[in-house]
């Protein structure tokens, strides 16, 4: 069966129903990339634009290049190939103001990749970067938050104790799905490793323990077979 575009729930798309839940009017600055923008087009929220900008002068000096909008509410930090120090430096000004809503898309560390000896980060360190400036935590509304699943379920009518989380990150996915009350499947086929989950069953560190699904499997199309047995 094919999946449908509105199946298909995105931490960027999260963020703009958490938003619009809020009854958010002002506007938004984005350190992100072109998703985060599309989904609060759609529910008719102002932002700024997303791209390149690059660094111009004297980093002290900034004031006479940068000049802050007077209504922005919030700031949206999400997962941008185009971090610069200006971006950051308008990112924490803005969230000088207290009630400026500083809000995280998700917190992943980097992305899974294959055949390759680069890493790549993601939305994690940019969050951090910020949140080390401006000594904030985040609203997280990706995963591991319970945010997620919260929009999820309003929109779909899911049941917690007839939901099944499956993913390949234990500190994403699978704590997700144990802040949600779910029910969690890893698959072994990403970011988490079996040795991982040896290391985490053996610690002392209930945090730790967290971090195991209640089942795994090598592959998620070993699933299949499981369900013949049904």
Do not use: W
């Not at 990339?33 to 111009?56: F, P, R, Y």
């Not at 922005?72 to 990112?91: E, H, M, N, W």
């Not at 917190?107 to 970067?129: H, Q």
């Not at 500190?171 to 988490?192: A, E, H, P, R, Y």
Request: net charge negative; aromatic share 8%.
């Amino acid at each position: 069966m094919m999946q449908q575009r509105e199946e298909i729930i995105s931490s960027a798309y999260a963020t703009a129903q958490y938003l619009k839940q809020q009854r958010f009017s002002k506007k938004v600055y984005i350190l992100g990339a072109t998703g985060i923008a599309s989904e609060l087009d759609k529910v008719g929220i102002a932002h700024t634009d997303v791209g390149s900008e690059h660094m111009i002068g004297d980093p002290f000096a900034m004031d006479k290049v940068i000049k802050l909008e007077p209504d922005i509410g919030a700031v949206v930090v999400g997962f941008d190939p185009y971090l610069s120090f200006p971006k950051i430096v308008r990112a924490v000004s803005y969230l000088q103001q207290p009630d400026c809503l500083f809000i995280a898309t998700n917190t992943d560390e980097c992305f899974p990749r294959a055949n390759s000896k680069l890493l790549i980060p993601s939305a994690g360190c940019m969050v951090s970067c910020v949140e080390t400036v401006v000594a904030r935590q985040p609203i997280v509304i990706g995963k591991p938050s319970k945010n997620m699943f919260t929009i999820l379920s309003e929109k779909h009518q899911l049941q917690a104790s007839r939901t099944l989380m499956i993913g390949d990150r234990s500190n994403t996915d699978i704590l997700f799905g144990k802040n949600s009350n779910l029910q969690t499947m890893l698959v072994l086929t990403g970011v988490t490793t079996m040795e991982d989950l040896e290391e985490y069953a053996s610690s002392m560190d209930e945090e730790k323990h967290k971090l195991l699904p209640d089942f795994y499997l090598p592959r998620l199309d070993d699933i299949i077979n499981l369900l013949k047995d049904f």
